[in-house]
T-cell receptor, first 115, second 114 residues
Framework: DAGVIQSPRHEVTEMGQEVTLRCKPI?????LFWYRQTMMRGLELLIY????????DSGMPEDRFSAKMPNASFSTLKIQPSEPRDSAVYFC?????????????FGDGTRLSIL | GESVGLHLPTLSVQEGDNSIINCAYS??????FIWYKQESGKGPQFIID?????DKRQGQRVTVLLNKTVKHLSLQIAATQPGDSAVYFC?????????????FGSGTKLNVKP
């Protein structure tokens, strides 16, 4: 079974550039989550969607961050303009939201470095 | 200035010994709990889960214990192997939770010595 697929695996770019991270959730899952992981703050929930609709974006740090889910099989997290402090590993996870008590399944992340 | 990061608790065990990783949660309404394993360069991987109507659940070499009275969760790994070296996270869910949102602990690093 294909798990959650994230791309790119690594991204290095200069500050001020636009960064787009991509996620393909597990087929049939209808909840999708974006996290950021750093040594300073650990794993932080940024935003999550249900049936392609954003439910809670209170974890998005600034207006420079935006996320979309145009369909059930694709989501993007965009940072524009990027800053060095955005450097982190960004994870996407999906879950089958038919009722609760379903685990989230994570992708292997995008390691983002902003120079 | 000097940066300060999260200080992950570290558990060091000898290969072949049993490991116990602990987690405390604060909300007595939490009704579903998961342990995740995160290896270097990878995303958190589901290990085992337990619902609040249970106090013990066993998997292959792993056992999760739930003590709702003191709001404590533990993961026991039998005959720990070098491949078990990773960071382990507990996560819990609060009802009503129609979207499978979880609250994650800060993690424990397990170091297995050969």
């Amino acid at each position: 079974d294909a798990g959650v697929i994230q791309s790119p695996r690594h991204e290095v770019t200069e500050m001020g550039q636009e960064v787009t991270l991509r996620c393909k959730p597990i087929s049939g899952h209808n909840s999708l989550f974006w996290y950021r992981q750093t040594m300073m703050r650990g794993l932080e929930l940024l935003i999550y969607f249900n049936n392609n609709v954003p439910i809670d974006d209170s974890g998005m740090p600034e207006d420079r961050f935006s996320a979309k889910m145009p369909n059930a099989s694709f989501s993007t997290l965009k940072i524009q303009p990027s800053e060095p402090r955005d450097s982190a590993v960004y994870f996407c996870a999906s879950a089958a939201a038919t009722g609760s008590n379903q685990p989230q399944h994570f992708g292997d992340g995008t390691r983002l470095s902003i120079l | 200035g000097e940066s300060v990061g999260l200080h992950l608790p570290t558990l060091s065990v000898q290969e072949g010994d049993n490991s116990i990783i602990n987690c405390a949660y604060s909300n007595s309404a939490s009704d579903y709990f998961i342990w995740y394993k995160q290896e270097s360069g990878k995303g958190p991987q589901f290990i085992i889960d337990i619902r609040s109507n249970m106090d013990k659940r066993q998997g292959q070499r792993v056992t999760v214990l739930l003590n709702k009275t003191v709001k404590h969760l533990s993961l026991q790994i039998a005959a720990t192997q070098p491949g078990d070296s990773a960071v382990y996270f507990c996560a819990h869910e609060l009802p009503p939770n129609n979207f499978n949102k979880f609250y994650f602990g800060s993690g424990t690093k397990l170091n297995v010595k050969p």
